[in-house]
């Protein structure tokens, strides 16, 4: 099912599954004239019910930070959604919009002011913290939540997680990087929830594989310098003092071809490549930009080792950093996100943030499986058959689907940077016929 009005993969829509309404029997012959009448009633009355039930308001409720620290961030992602409000609902399509103050007690707050308002979906919240708070809260109601957060630790059956997590990217970039015959693995990975969950996922990716990982080193992500974890992570020290060790060994002898040796040795600081070819960095602006040097600088080349990213690397201030330049990182596909922004800009003012999608194409969601309800006679639009329908949806984000336990499966694009622009390596999926890595 296609969200998006500016955008092109398609995702076939699955057969309707309507729910014709329910109408007392029609009155056969021999019937009392009263018991007639009565029937005939009670036929209008629930006719009259159906109609008044089909034509009701369809409240859908958005919980976003308005205010507080991360205000900035929720307002660009309800611009977001207005814009697929405009793009995608029909009539009877109303959003229910309830600021999270971008704490926890504002979040269950927010839910509870958005169920009194009789909503039938929440989308939202942004944060994981927040999202645990909601939960009680929506799942007393019996109504499925759809929260932006990338943290699958939050995701059951009956709340689903939209954001871009940590395994789907890591699946993307692993397979193929694999695919092109890398074999050693190592990552450097900041001491966070978010770099434990990259470091887990890639784990279960190189197992899956069936390659090596031969490195895993964290990095306090508040440290000022990280010199001695990269160096530790780049076999520094022993690669140094095995040139060393070469060098003397060539100094002892007088013949030619030592000499030759040892000139060929000069300005070289390590003898002998570091223990991995590739390296995963899932670091993001100016912490990536002060690591990404560091390996050059402690003999990781990389010329010889393939650095990769996530897509926190989605940023165009990278592309000016030497040392990424030839890096590969996986993204959404960058088209349809290059229309987004642009009539965002266009209508907005300013450029959107990454996140802003996830607002724009949970809407659209919503707004679409109302307006098939709305064909189809249903009467509930949001039941968890249609949120987990098998062949998914299309929107600002590439294509993605939910799982019966809640995680979703996404269609990403691989991207190599390049000092203009980002450059698609391997482009998205368009549908899950497709293989998705």
């Known amino acids: 099912m296609s969200l998006t009005a500016c955008a092109a993969p398609k995702v076939p829509s699955p057969q309707p599954e309507a729910q014709p309404p329910q109408f007392p029997a029609i009155p056969q012959a021999g019937e009392t004239g009263g018991e007639l009448n009565q029937s005939l009633a009670d036929v209008n009355e629930a006719e009259a019910a159906a109609e008044a039930a089909l034509a009701a308001p369809v409240k859908v409720g958005l919980l976003l930070p308005l205010s507080g620290g991360r205000g900035a961030v929720g307002q660009s992602i309800l611009n ?22 971008g ?21 939202g919240p942004l944060f994981s913290t927040s999202v645990e708070a909601v939960k009680p809260v929506v799942l007393e109601a019996n109504l499925p939540l759809i929260t932006f957060s990338n943290n699958t630790a939050v995701a059951d059956p009956q709340t689903f997680v939209m954001g871009v997590t940590p395994r789907t990217q890591v699946d993307r970039v ?11 693995f190592a990552v450097l990975a900041p001491e966070s929830p978010y770099g434990t969950s990259v470091v887990q996922s890639l784990q279960e990716a190189i197992f899956r594989n069936g390659v090596e990982l031969s490195r895993v080193v964290f990095f306090d992500p508040q440290a000022q ?24 060994s060539l100094e002892a002898r007088s013949d030619e071809a030592a000499q030759r040796a040892l000139a060929r040795l000069k300005g070289i600081e390590t003898l002998g490549p570091p223990a991995f070819d590739v390296i995963l960095i899932p670091a993001s602006g100016r912490q990536l930009l002060s690591v990404a040097p560091l390996l050059a600088y402690y003999d990781v080349d990389p010329g010889e080792v393939r ?28 088209a349809l996100w290059r229309t987004f922004s642009n009539r965002y800009r266009q209508t907005y003012g300013q450029s959107p943030p990454r996140v802003a999608s ?26 968890v058959d249609r949120i987990t329908q098998p062949v998914g949806f299309s929107g600002i984000d590439g294509i993605f689907r ?14 190599t940077v390049e000092p203009e622009s980002f450059v698609e390596l391997d482009p998205a999926p368009q549908s899950f016929g497709q293989a998705i890595n």
């Open 80 to 101: 977001a959604a207005q814009l697929a409000l405009f793009d995608l609902a029909g009539e009877r399509f109303t959003l229910v919009v309830r600021d999270t103050r």
């Open 103 to 123: 704490t926890p007690e504002g979040a269950a707050a927010a839910a509870r002011s958005a169920l009194a308002a009789d909503v039938s979906i929440i989308l």
């Open 174 to 184: 692993v397979d193929y990087a694999v695919a092109r015959g890398l074999q050693r």
């Open 225 to 248: 310098d990280i010199s001695a974890e990269v160096r530790a992570l780049a076999d520094y020290d022993q690669r140094s003092a095995a040139l060393q060790a070469q060098k003397r």
């Open 307 to 334: 650095f990769l990213g996530t897509s926190l690397w989605d940023d165009p201030s990278l592309r000016r950093e030497p040392s990424l330049q030839g890096a590969w990182f996986p993204a959404p596909p960058p």
């Open 358 to 383: 996830l607002g724009y194409d949970a809407v659209a969601l919503a707004a679409v499986l109302e307006r098939r309800a709305t064909a189809e006679g249903a009467f509930v639009a949001y039941t």
């Open 402 to 415: 939910f799982l019966a336990n809640g995680q979703v499966q996404r269609g990403l694009a691989v991207l």
